[in-house]
């Protein structure tokens, strides 16, 4: 089955300190990922829709100059919480639409998570 | 705006069936999608509707009615891993593109 690799899964840092999060389409390639975001007990929260090849699209609310997003490859799509502090803690997850799903309705396929916490 | 509802929490014997209902309100429904997170971890796929009607696969039965805005996710032969969140998911057609949007998820717990 379609597999996409998030890493790292866990980040301990100082505030002020850039992260970096990649995601990968492992055995399809995906033009469009995209970046969630969810709090304990609570549901997962869109930030952004990378598209290869061209700018985000953020959502309402959410800082692009904070959380930049590049999509430079098919497989491809890495998250950077610039001076993260502590309010950043958060699980990030992201996933990748395949392009040409075989069943029709091109599904998402999530990576694992990366847990942020900023102290 | 998009408005997703399922219940918060739900408990079951294992052995059992149990019905995880979702209803929504949005604009340029295409499609509906369950997921399973269990702690931790990240969503995995369980099924899709689009059209009205049942979607069969395994142990897992999906059922949507479009009229309604209403969807449910039916669980057999409970087994104790079952526990877990489920998501509730619609896509909606932005015109830029589609999108998914999470309900806030049902915490499953399954007990002997």
């Known amino acids: 089955g379609a597999v996409v690799s998030q890493h790292p899964s866990r980040v301990i840092c100082k505030s002020g300190t850039s992260v970096k999060i990649e995601c990968r389409s492992l055995?399809?390639?995906?033009?469009?990922m995209f970046w969630y975001r969810q709090f304990p007990k609570q549901s997962l929260m869109l930030m952004a829709t990378s598209n290869e090849g061209s700018k985000a699209t953020y959502e309402q609310g959410v800082e692009k100059d904070k959380f930049l997003i590049n999509h430079a490859s098919l497989t491809l799509s890495t998250l950077t919480v610039t001076s993260a502090h502590p309010e950043d803690s958060s699980f990030y997850i992201c996933?990748?639409?395949?392009?040409?799903?075989?069943?029709?309705?091109?599904?998402?396929?999530f990576g694992d998570g990366t847990r942020l916490s900023i102290l | 705006g998009q408005n997703i509802d399922q219940p918060t929490e739900m408990t079951a014997t294992e052995g059992a069936i149990v019905q995880i209902n979702c209803t929504y309100q949005t604009s340029g429904f295409n499609g509906l999608f369950w997921y399973q997170q269990h702690a931790g971890e990240a969503p995995t796929f369980l099924s899709y509707n689009v059209l009205d009607g049942l979607e069969e696969k395994g142990r897992f039965s999906s059922f949507l009615s479009r009229s309604k805005g209403y969807s449910y996710l039916l669980l057999k032969e409970l087994q104790m891993k079952d526990s877990a969140s489920y998501l509730c998911?619609?896509?909606?057609?932005?015109?830029?593109?589609?999108?998914?949007?999470f309900g806030t998820g049902t915490q499953l717990k399954v007990e002997l």
């Open positions: 996933s990748a639409r395949e392009d040409a799903g075989g069943q029709g309705y091109q599904p998402q396929h």
């Open positions: 998911a619609v896509r909606v057609d932005t015109g830029g593109g589609n999108k998914l949007t």
């Open positions: 055995d399809f390639q995906a033009t469009t």
